[in-house]
């Protein structure tokens, strides 16, 4: 098990950047899959973008809306997965989470962080 905390969001204009942080209570070094997700008002929430551990290589997948505009990434030694937002667009709106998958004695369970505001005006 591990507590996920968010940091990072707020007000920004369009075309703005923002960097969210992911700082989890524990080592993530063993953690496979984390990731960011959001949800606006009225939506279902969303992938927004992943980072997934195969041995010692890290792979990412993004939705295509974020595709070229954010980045995840992830630091073992501060705990802590980022997503840098550029040209950020007022859809890009909504509360965003983080997620961590851990597998644990056949059963694959799923964290998640308060989340935090992001809010891009026009």
């Known amino acids: 098990q591990v507590q996920l905390v968010e940091s990072g969001g707020g007000l920004v204009q369009a075309g703005g950047s923002l960097r969210l942080s992911c700082k989890a209570s524990?080592?993530?070094?063993?953690?496979?899959?984390m990731g960011w997700y959001r949800q606006a008002p009225g939506k279902q929430r969303e992938l927004v973008a992943r980072?997934?551990?195969?041995?010692?290589?890290?792979?990412?997948n993004y939705a295509d809306s974020v595709k070229g505009r954010f980045t995840i990434s992830r630091d073992n030694a501060e705990n802590t997965v980022y997503l840098q937002m550029n040209s950020l667009k007022p859809e890009d709106t909504g509360v965003y989470y983080c997620?961590?998958?851990?597998?644990?004695?056949?059963?694959?369970?799923?964290?998640w962080g308060q989340g935090t505001q992001v809010t891009v005006s026009s």
């Open positions: 997620n961590a998958n851990i597998l644990s004695s056949g059963v694959r369970d799923d964290y």
């Open positions: 524990r080592s993530i070094f063993s953690i496979n899959g």
């Open positions: 980072i997934t551990s195969s041995g010692i290589l890290y792979y990412t």
